[in-house]
């Protein structure tokens, strides 16, 4: 399935911030918005933002436009602000991408436990993420990050209990 563009991103002023302040903040909520989607429809949890500058999110080759440095990082911090996004490092370099916040996606999880009746069951994160039984649903493939800040909401409301055995990592939930 190819990735459906927004009608804005054939459209040579979307890669300019524009300087009316109602239209940059119509602008900035679409770019989010692209970013999201296409990271989503991707499957992409990590950024380095040289290298999102120069992929087909922030550089139309179509049109020959591309959005400047500053302007993706305008983007960022906004996704930052609406909790989509974390930062690596202190550079500002990389960055952990959140199209589905951690609680979301622990929402995804235990409905998929309860559904099947696996409450009172320890997973190890790689059954949850990658196994078997997990492989037709949304949060098949989950990069461990994500998966321990969702487990980790999950906890929080005692749905669930991290726990540690040998060197890896597993789930009981309840």
């Known amino acids: 399935m190819s990735f459906e563009w927004p009608w804005q991103y054939n459209f040579p ?12 903040q119509k602008q900035l909520v679409a770019w989010c918005s692209l970013v999201l989607t296409y990271c989503r429809h991707h499957k992409i ?14 550089n139309n080759k179509k049109i020959e436009r ?17 909790g989509n996004l974390e930062w690596i490092d202190k550079n500002k370099s990389r960055c952990l991408i959140m199209w589905r ?5 622990g ?12 409450t009172n069951s320890v997973f190890t994160l790689y059954e ?10 949304e949060f ?5 990050w994500m998966l321990l800040k969702s487990l980790q909401a999950l906890q929080l409301e005692q749905k ?14 309840f």
């Open 45 to 58: 949890y990590t950024l380095d933002v040289m290298e999102a500058q120069e992929s087909p999110i922030f």
């Open 13 to 24: 002023p979307f890669f300019t911030l524009q300087p009316n302040a109602d239209t940059r």
């Open 101 to 105: 916040r951690p609680e979301e996606w």
């Open 128 to 137: 949850l993420s990658n196994g078997d039984d997990t492989a037709k649903e």
């Open 66 to 82: 591309k959005l400047p440095t500053e302007a993706v990082q305008i983007i960022f911090e906004e996704l930052r602000k609406k």
């Open 107 to 118: 929402k995804l999880i235990y409905q998929w436990v309860s559904k099947n009746g696996m």
């Open 160 to 173: 669930a209990e991290i726990i540690a055995f040998n060197d890896s990592k597993g789930v009981k939930f």
């Open 140 to 144: 098949h493939g989950l990069e461990e």
